[in-house]
């Protein structure tokens, strides 16, 4: 092993240096290695993904909390929230948080990337990014290959033709396609499953790395970029307690995620110039933007007790849901190899919108569901019972907030404050969600269903009574974007190309380099950008 003359040892060197094997990071890496000849080396900071239990989609609530897979992340107290702080937890694994979310795969609105593209940013049009989309998604090959795994899981229960037949009784529609031409209104989503179990992108890098042509150093936390004469000539790592160095002989690509990639910035001494200061970290670069433009969906429940069985609750007896374990993890296919919101909306919260403002996820199960070890009783202070709920949330919230260091050291957590709620609009269009999930729960399709509402409850009516109970029960969708915003203007962290500003050699390939949020989940625009970065580095 060499060293430099700094004394840290070298790990190793690579054409390109990707840090982060997520969801951006992964589709980077996997795409470049089939297209180039470069050689890649990826650096993700939490263990492979061997984990059987991983692949099973209905475990995802169970990852969303595992300090395994997990940067266990809580954003600042949030004053529009009563106060509270939010569990915000980014994924610590290789395919990141895709190795752990819901796994809908939405793209959004065609019009949230031609709103890209009036603010100069032209390869990032509707008409641009499309293919992109098209390349990665395989809708029907069985044998794999480079695409990503999109299915409509095929397990099913009353309940969800209850929610699509209210939504249209209600005057919302029906769509066959979220990601067609005509997607506002009540259907089913799609989800990254192949043949019944998860299918992120992290699975695509595996290959690659398998095939020799990437290489992959997991457990390895990023300390720093390390820049010279203005650029990025590779990182220092953290591994099994000791510091070494990984040089880039072309360019180093941050992908790091919303929170990780910013903070790694301001960590090396790139980011708000008087922040950095106060923070004990020597500035590098002025990039006042950096960690700025911080927002997120946030989401608002309504509940209902069940009059009938039909839905998930019949699953929590620990021997039942055992069996349905089995069952995925063995022929991929039952309850438990799919992610049970598997019907929802994009809907108007205000019918003289151009197009749809709200995003809905109906789940058969109450907001309570847990598995009971004793399969005769359940857990103390758990609502038992058949039940169901929807959730729903502002595509396109107008809330900013931030990403800050806390301090000097880089693996100290940064202060996340999305601002929830900041913006009176997002208050109005929230409050709005909630009346338009109660006429879907009051409609005929839901008569031999619908039992007492528990969340927000029967007497919480006036606009006031509903704003506080959002106050209070509000929780984020774990879609953070927008901390190292693209653009044209000399503000951007990086310009449309997805190069950074100020430093040279350097590129940030994830969802904080969004403009905007996008009319969706997340995860698809995610691995679009990662995709569209391939191209642009591929050309060049």
Not at 181 to 188: D, H
Not at 288 to 316: F, I, M, S, T, W
Not at 337 to 345: D, K, M, V
Not at 408 to 417: A, G, N, Q, V
Request: hydrophobic fraction near 45%.
């Amino acid at each position: 092993m060499s060293h430099h003359a700094t004394g840290l040892p070298v790990l190793a060197e690579a054409d390109i240096v990707v840090v982060g094997a997520g969801s951006a990071g992964a589709m980077l890496a996997a795409t470049l290695a089939e297209r180039t000849d470069l050689s890649i080396l990826v650096v993700e900071a939490g263990p492979p993904a061997r984990d059987p239990l991983l692949s099973v989609p209905l475990l995802t609530g169970y990852f969303l909390r595992s300090p395994r897979y997990i940067w266990p992340f809580a954003t600042t107290p949030q004053a529009h929230l009563d106060g509270r702080s939010l569990h915000f937890p980014r994924g610590r694994v290789v395919g990141g948080s895709g190795a752990i979310n819901g796994m809908v795969w939405a793209r959004g609105l065609p019009s949230d990337y031609d709103h890209w593209a009036q603010r100069g940013l032209r390869d990032w049009s509707w008409q641009q990014v499309e293919p992109a989309f098209q390349s990665v998604e395989d809708l029907s090959d069985p044998r794999g290959g480079r695409a990503l795994g999109i299915e409509m899981p095929g397990w099913w229960t009353d309940l969800y033709d209850a929610f699509l037949d209210g939504a249209a009784a209600a005057g919302l529609g029906r769509t066959d396609d979220f990601n067609g031409p005509a997607p506002e209104g009540a259907g089913r989503y799609r989800f990254t499953i192949r043949h019944g179990r998860r299918a992120p992108t992290g699975t695509l890098l595996m290959r690659a790395v398998k095939a020799g042509r990437v290489r992959l150093v997991t457990g390895a936390t990023v300390m720093r970029l390390d820049i010279a004469d203005g650029e990025a000539t590779g990182i220092t790592i953290r591994r099994d307690g000791v510091e070494q160095r990984i040089f880039a002989r072309r360019e180093v690509v941050l992908s790091a995620g919303t929170v990780g990639s910013p903070h790694i910035l301001m960590a090396s001494g790139v980011g708000p110039a008087a922040e950095l200061a106060a923070a004990g970290v020597t500035p590098v670069v002025d990039a006042p933007c950096v960690g700025r433009n911080l927002h997120d969906h946030l989401l608002v429940r309504v509940e209902h007790r069940a009059l009938q069985p039909g839905g998930l609750n019949r699953l929590l007896r620990a021997d039942r849901a055992a069996l349905a374990l089995a069952e995925a993890l063995v022929f991929g296919r039952g309850p438990a190899a799919c992610f049970p919101l598997l019907t929802g909306g994009f809907f108007r919260s205000d019918p003289t919108l151009p197009e749809p403002d709200l995003q809905s996820h109906f789940m058969p199960a109450l907001t309570s569901a847990t598995i009971r070890v004793n399969p005769f009783r359940a857990p103390p202070g758990v609502r038992e019972g058949d039940g169901f709920f929807a959730n729903i949330f502002q595509m396109r919230p107008e809330s900013r907030g931030t990403i800050r260091l806390a301090g000097p050291e880089p693996d100290t957590p940064p202060l996340i404050d999305p601002a929830y709620l900041s913006a009176e609009a997002d208050r109005r269009v929230l409050r709005e969600g909630v009346r338009l999930l109660r006429r879907i729960f009051a409609g005929a399709a839901f008569d031999p269903w619908r039992g007492e509402e528990m969340q927000p409850g029967a007497a919480v009516r006036s606009d006031d009574e509903i704003d506080a109970f959002i106050r209070a029960a509000a929780d984020t969708v774990f879609h953070p974007v927008g901390t190292c915003r693209m653009g044209t203007d000399d503000a951007a962290v990086v310009d449309g190309r997805l190069k950074a500003r100020g430093v040279g050699r350097l590129r940030i390939v994830d969802a904080s380099v969004m403009p905007a949020i996008t009319s969706s989940n997340t995860n698809a625009p995610t691995v679009m950008i990662a995709r569209r970065a391939a191209d642009f580095i591929a050309a060049e």
